[in-house]
């Protein structure tokens, strides 16, 4: 009954940087926090970073900090991943999660948590 609208991935070089973007929509939805996931080919699809929008309570996994950052708008329906400083290792297709239920800030990297996902956005670093 949630849409996400992940927007932003493309090609771009290593030390290069890009801004995803996710937009929520549908009728009378809770949203307790959002996160981003990402997966490689071959690979599980790993937590990035989330947001936890009653304090605004952010978390990273330890491979993107201090390149990524999450925000969101006022509305609380969009969430933005901003990527610095790229590399080949970031490589994946990025995915959009919606929480509807209030959420522990040590379960935000818990997929099994999120009740709503995109359909993701490709990123690619290259050499």
């Known amino acids: 009954q949630v849409q996400l609208a992940e927007s932003g991935g493309g090609l771009v070089q290593a030390g290069d940087s890009l801004r995803l973007s996710c937009a929520a929509s549908g009728s009378r939805f809770s949203n307790y926090a959002m996160g981003w996931f990402r997966q490689a080919p071959g690979k599980e699809r790993e937590f990035v970073a989330g947001i936890r929008w009653s304090d605004g309570y952010t978390k990273y996994t330890d491979s993107v900090k201090g390149r990524f950052a999450i925000s969101g708008g006022n509305a609380k329906t969009t969430v933005y991943l901003q990527m610095n400083s790229l590399k080949s290792e970031d490589t994946a297709i990025y995915y959009c999660?919606?929480?509807?239920?209030?959420?522990?800030?040590?379960?935000?990297?818990?997929?099994?948590?999120?009740?709503?996902w995109g359909q993701g956005t490709q990123v690619t670093v290259s050499s």
């Open positions: 999660a919606l929480e509807g239920h209030p959420i522990a800030a040590e379960s935000l990297p818990e997929r099994s948590r999120y009740d709503y």
